[in-house]
């Protein structure tokens, strides 16, 4: 038994010189990913911005660098790599005790994102999922979506859906918006290299687009994916 204190620090140090471990799961099956688009409705795009309380959960909102907020706000996880060039996405997933509420957060070239899906519908590297205490069958949004939801309650809170389907409902975003003080100082910590005074902060824009998606088994939410592509691009170098 003596052995373990001297244990711990000596894997703590191995994972933060070499990191997570990684996992290639070389098929699609993550049929709930949006970075790898799986016909999407596509109806109509909202112009005005939303609210990002819809796209923050366990304290993460979505944007530049909120990938890497995962392992330390959840834990160390196996992260999952799926995908080639613009379509390739790294996962990390996480679940309830009982395994009938999972949380992945997505991470690409062509944004980054977070789903909660139930128990039910599995798919490739699903065992990798690690179970957390902050997963729990209460898990919401910071806007208050949650699983198990009807159609009603999620519109109260998003509105009236960009496109539907039966059993599906998606809401898209797409517009150039003010950057706020709080996406400023996620592009200066992405980007420690630029120098912005608060008078160029004031004339920033930024492209912003936004999906999130509803799936419902029996009416009630099964599944939410929210993805956010948030363009940090040169257009921000001084």
Same mark, same amino acid.
């Given at each position: 038994?003596?052995a373990?204190?001297i244990?711990i620090?000596?894997l703590?140090?191995?994972?933060?010189?070499?990191g997570?471990p990684?996992?290639?799961?070389?098929?699609d099956?993550?049929?709930w990913?949006?970075?790898m688009?799986?016909?999407?409705?596509?109806a109509? /795009?909202? $112009?005005?911005?939303?609210?990002?309380?819809?796209?923050?959960?366990?304290g993460?909102? %979505? =944007?530049?660098? +909120?990938f890497?907020?995962?392992?330390?706000?959840?834990?160390?996880?196996t992260?999952?790599m799926?995908?080639q060039?613009?379509?390739?996405?790294?996962q990390?997933c996480?679940?309830?005790?009982d395994g009938s509420?999972?949380?992945?957060?997505?991470?690409?070239?062509?944004g980054?994102?977070?789903?909660?899906?139930?128990?039910?519908?599995?798919?490739?590297?699903?065992g990798?999922?690690?179970?957390?205490?902050?997963?729990?069958d209460?898990l919401a /949004?910071? $806007?208050?979506?949650?699983?198990g939801?009807t159609?009603?309650?999620?519109?109260?809170i %998003? =509105?009236h859906? +960009?496109?539907?389907?039966?059993?599906?409902?998606e809401?898209?975003?797409s517009?150039q918006?003010?950057?706020?003080a709080?996406?400023?100082?996620?592009?200066k910590?992405r980007?420690p290299h630029l120098?912005?005074?608060?008078?160029?902060?004031?004339?920033l824009?930024?492209d912003?687009?936004a999906?999130i998606?509803v799936?419902?088994?029996n009416?009630r939410a099964?599944?939410?994916?929210?993805?956010?592509?948030?363009?940090?691009?040169?257009?921000?170098d001084?």
């Open positions: 038994m003596r373990l204190p244990l620090p000596i703590a140090f191995g994972l933060s010189i070499f997570p990684r996992k290639d799961v070389p098929d099956t993550d049929w990913s949006l970075i688009p799986q016909g999407l409705l596509l109509t /795009t909202k $112009s005005d911005k939303p609210s990002l309380a819809n796209f923050t959960i366990t993460i909102d %979505l =944007g530049p660098g +909120s890497d907020d995962v392992i330390p706000k959840l834990g160390i996880s992260v999952v799926r995908g060039t613009q379509m390739s996405r790294e990390l996480y679940r309830s005790a509420t999972r949380l992945i957060f997505e991470h690409g070239e062509r980054e994102a977070f789903y909660m899906v139930g128990a039910g519908k599995d798919w490739s590297g699903s990798f999922c690690k179970k957390s205490p902050i997963v729990t209460a /949004t910071q $806007s208050g979506l949650h699983l939801l159609p009603a309650e999620i519109t109260k %998003l =509105g859906p +960009s496109g539907e389907s039966p059993g599906r409902q809401w898209l975003w517009g918006f003010p950057v706020t709080d996406e400023l100082a996620r592009i910590q980007n120098a912005i005074t608060d008078a160029d902060a004031k004339k824009q930024h912003l687009k999906i998606e799936r419902y088994t009416n099964s599944e939410i994916g929210a993805w956010y592509q948030f363009d940090d691009s040169s257009r921000f001084k």
